[in-house]
């Protein structure tokens, strides 16, 4: 069965950092393209980053400079380290596999995980 764990979640003060995990069983990450997105409560899920399976890396405007995201394929892993977070990080943050090239349209991506909170509060 083809599924998406996502950890690494948690409450963090403002400007601390997270580094979430999205491992994968039942299938190989390696040939997929993998997103991150958030839902933040009474808010559309919105595309936070993404990696394409040759590598090539995309950022909502939001979190480029701050956050980012790596893969590693020998665990069957893809990352997304955040850095200097912000209360308006706070969001449930959820992993995705789908194909092509390194956009963040949901409609791209075909299995999601359940989800990680992820809580910036002081």
């Known amino acids: 069965q083809l599924q998406l764990v996502e950890s690494g979640g948690g409450l963090v003060q403002p400007g601390g950092s997270l580094r979430l995990s999205c491992t994968a069983s039942g299938f190989t990450l390696d040939y997929y393209l993998i997103g991150w997105f958030r839902q933040a409560p009474g808010k559309e899920r919105e595309g936070v980053s993404c990696i394409s399976s040759s590598g090539g890396t995309n950022y909502a405007d939001s979190v480029k400079g701050r956050f980012t995201i790596s893969r590693n394929n020998n665990k069957n892993t893809v990352y997304l380290q955040m850095n200097s977070l912000k209360p308006e990080d706070t969001a449930v943050y959820y992993c995705?596999?789908?194909?092509?090239?390194?956009?963040?349209?949901?409609?791209?991506?075909?299995?999601w995980g359940q989800g990680t909170q992820v809580t910036v509060s002081s």
């Open positions: 995705a596999a789908g194909f092509g090239v390194a956009k963040m349209d949901k409609d791209q991506y075909d299995y």
